[in-house]
């Protein structure tokens, strides 16, 4: 327990050393004076490329503007009922024996053997 706890405190050191020195860094970088802009020759053009023709759609069906009425009445069938079988009036019992006293000569809890 105490190792990793040792563990645990030093990657806390180490990250927060790093952190230090990644700080010091940009800050180094950003006070460096600014470099002169360099002449860089011109990029190439572009060239022109001809425009794809893309293929028609078809036309796509026009969506009704009215929703059809809602029926006044509701229907009279339903659901069929359904029967659950009767539960039985009695239990079979299930015989069960516990030991009320514990045996004296368990192999698992039996003493070392002694040294001679």
Partial sequence: MATTN??????IIVVSLAN???SAAAR???Q??????????PLPS?????QPTLPTTPQQPSMPTALPPLPTTMPTGGLPKLSMP?????????PITLPT?????????APPPSKP
């Fill in 6 to 11: 040792c563990l645990i405190l030093a990657v």
């Fill in 20 to 22: 230090m020195d990644v």
């Fill in 28 to 30: 180094n970088l950003l």
């Fill in 32 to 41: 460096l004076p600014t470099l002169p802009k360099g002449v860089f020759p």
């Fill in 46 to 50: 572009m060239p022109n490329l001809r």
């Fill in 86 to 94: 009767p539960l039985p009036s009695s239990f079979p019992s299930i």
């Fill in 101 to 109: 006293t514990l045996p004296f000569n368990i192999p698992f809890l």
